[in-house]
């Protein structure tokens, strides 16, 4: 090839791949004083921050005996009046080994039960596995929310059903070898110790809980409405008796009072009664709340009681903690604040003759980039925060001037100087 031809050839070549490459930087710098966030859809709940005192009707039971109790039930099993909470011992050793003999006890009732049901053809294959998957579930959501009683309790009832399979199944025959040892094993325990010399018995109905903290007199509870802001800053904590045995609590109805903002005691005020609560270090799911009372202080902040009835071991054991009031769930399109101007929309109607007019009016909206060319739609926002707002995808009629919105992936410019509807970026 002549020498003169290949540098033509490479000149060019040079030539247009410099072309290539200022145009390239022209259209960067361009499209870069007009970047853009996609429109995507989120979901948020709006919340208060705070930190909560739980109140409920809580009863402290004395244990006025000298012997070693060994308790007939776990926190947050519900009692009758005059229920059994603790059988009375001479002495540990005694107490220790009938305990363990009411736990051989009732797996040797489990065993029997199963035996029982799986042999007479009550049960079929396909419930006893559905019954294995959901106490599987069960089990599984306690240990996550660290529930440490339910666990227990979740994996006794998961084995006897998995033990209800193996015989259904025909894996094992019976379980008589079994319930024969645990019946001598039983024997053994009880006649190696010394009978109850008595028992503790719960002077009320409800919930019971081992555990006393010394604030359940704090409060009280049937004068919950006249508690105040000043009042709740400065509980009164008493040191528990060496003899109580535990707790009762007695309604299932129980509050959390917290101190709120001016503004956040309006944001409650015009909220519908139903909420949410978390407590955050009792539990890892939100809980239905009533708005009870709210009460203004001099101070400006104010005093909000929340009602609530559903009860775990995790909150039987709460008293103060942060919470999170949740006032609602929004789910829309997430945009920048930064994205956000006004400008005019423009609606077009028709009368009888079928002549068009045109109307503008200024609205909120934001500027969105199809193609090279600008536009400007309205937006209707359901929910605020610092940083960003949530978009009605379709609000309803009326609230659009034209009845034109930003859409699921509408590139939104978040940042740009001059910008105006039907503006052209070449």
């Known amino acids: 090839m002549d020498k003169l031809l290949f540098k033509r050839i490479l ?62 039930c776990s926190t947050g099993d519900t009692v009758n009046v005059k229920g059994e909470i603790a059988k009375v011992y ?30 007479s053809g009550t049960m ?16 599984l959501d306690d240990a996550n929310k660290f529930n440490i009683n339910g666990v227990k309790a979740d994996s006794e009832n998961l084995l006897a059903s998995i033990n209800q399979r193996l015989l259904y199944t ?13 019946t001598s094993e039983i024997e053994t325990l009880r006649a190696s110790a010394g009978k109850s010399t008595g028992s503790i018995e719960s ?29 709740l800053k400065n509980p009164q904590q008493s040191e528990v008796p060496s003899n109580t045995a535990g707790k009762i609590i007695s309604n299932v109805k129980w509050y959390v009072a917290c101190e709120v903002t001016s503004d956040e005691a309006q944001n409650l005020t015009i909220w519908d009664s139903a909420v949410t609560v978390l ?51 929004f789910t829309g399109l997430r945009i920048s ?44 926002i359901l929910y605020a925060d610092d940083d960003y707002v949530i978009c009605d995808t379709q609000p309803e009629e009326g609230i659009l001037f034209n009845g034109e919105t930003i859409s699921l992936y509408d590139k939104v410019i978040v940042k740009g100087d001059d910008l105006y509807d039907g503006k052209v970026i070449s």
């Open 90 to 119: 001479s002495n540990e050793k005694d107490a220790i080994a009938q305990s363990n003999a009411d736990k051989l006890q009732a797996k040797k009732d489990s065993l029997e039960y199963i035996q029982k049901n799986t042999i």
């Open 337 to 380: 604040k930064r994205a956000i101007h006004d400008d005019y929309v423009t609606k077009t109607t028709y009368d009888e003759n079928d002549n068009s007019h045109k109307e503008q009016k200024k609205v909120q909206g934001v500027y969105v980039l199809y193609g090279s060319e600008v536009q400007f739609k309205q937006i209707s």
């Open 203 to 231: 002077p009320k109905a409800g919930y019971f809980s081992e555990y006393c903290d010394g604030y359940e007199n704090a409060f009280n509870y049937a004068d919950i409405d006249n508690l105040t802001l000043e009042g």
């Open 124 to 139: 079929s294959l396909d419930i006893i596995n559905n019954n294995i998957k959901s106490k599987l579930i069960t089990y």
């Open 279 to 329: 407590l955050t270090e009792a539990s890892t799911e939100s809980i239905p709340a009533e708005i009870y009372k709210i009460t203004r202080s001099s101070n400006g902040n104010a005093l909000v009681i929340l009602q609530c009835d559903y009860m775990n071991n995790g909150i039987l054991q709460a008293r103060q903690e942060p919470i999170e009031i949740g006032l609602g769930t």
């Open 170 to 182: 025909g894996n094992l025959k019976n379980f008589n070898a079994e319930i024969n040892d645990l």
């Open 11 to 72: 000149v060019a070549a040079l030539t247009v791949l410099a072309i290539v490459y200022v145009a390239y930087l022209l259209i960067s710098a361009n499209f870069e004083m007009y970047p853009t966030e996609n429109a995507v859809m989120a979901t948020v709940t709006d919340k208060i921050y705070s930190n909560g005192f739980i109140i409920r009707d809580e009863t402290i039971i004395p244990n006025n005996t000298n012997g070693v109790l060994s308790y007939s």
